[in-house]
């Protein structure tokens, strides 16, 4: 094989997706390039387009266009009374196709004890969630963090940081496994994780 940066840089970060190596990046990688116009152009293009046009709200931590309000934590018609708290989109995603939930979402991105990150209360958006609980008429927050050792600890420092609110404070039920994580759980699962949660 001809010595080309290019094709090794890009297979050097396609390496680093989920659930991909290097041997499945070099098959997309070949893929693209045997479909330039088709693939390659408009991926190249997207990719510009989501870089320079999509950011995480501030207030929610969701994916949102950077011209536009949050349709989120912005959308007030709706009136919802619970936000559902979660650690990543992904997650956030599976729930919302399970359509199991009707209200706000709080994306975490993260726990806290993602030291590697730099996670903290401020990354993690913990003081924007208190102030939504308190300007937004919310009753109940849901705490719908990763059954791990992770999104537990993150679940009980939230839980503690909310007591000033006096909201109800939910969690999932475990019909999620023990080390399971959201975005790999069944819609059954969700539902009767929703339907069953506990107050804390």
Known sequence: MQNLPEIDNLIKLISKLPGLGPKSAKRIILKMINNRQELLKPLANNLGDVFKNIERCK????????????????????????????????????IESSSIFQGYYHILGGTISDSVKGNNRENLLINSLIERVKNDNID????????????????????????????????LAQGLPVGGEIESSDDGTLISAFKNRRDL
């Open 59 to 94: 207030i929610c931590g969701t994916l949102k266009s950077s011209s536009n309000p949050c349709n989120n934590c912005e959308d007030k018609k709706k009136k919802y009374s619970k936000i559902c708290v979660v650690e990543n989109i992904s997650d956030q995603w599976a």
């Open 140 to 171: 109940e927050v849901i705490l719908a963090t990763s059954a791990t050792v992770e999104g537990q600890t993150t679940a009980f420092y939230i839980q503690d940081n909310l007591k000033i609110t006096n909201v109800k404070v939910s969690k």
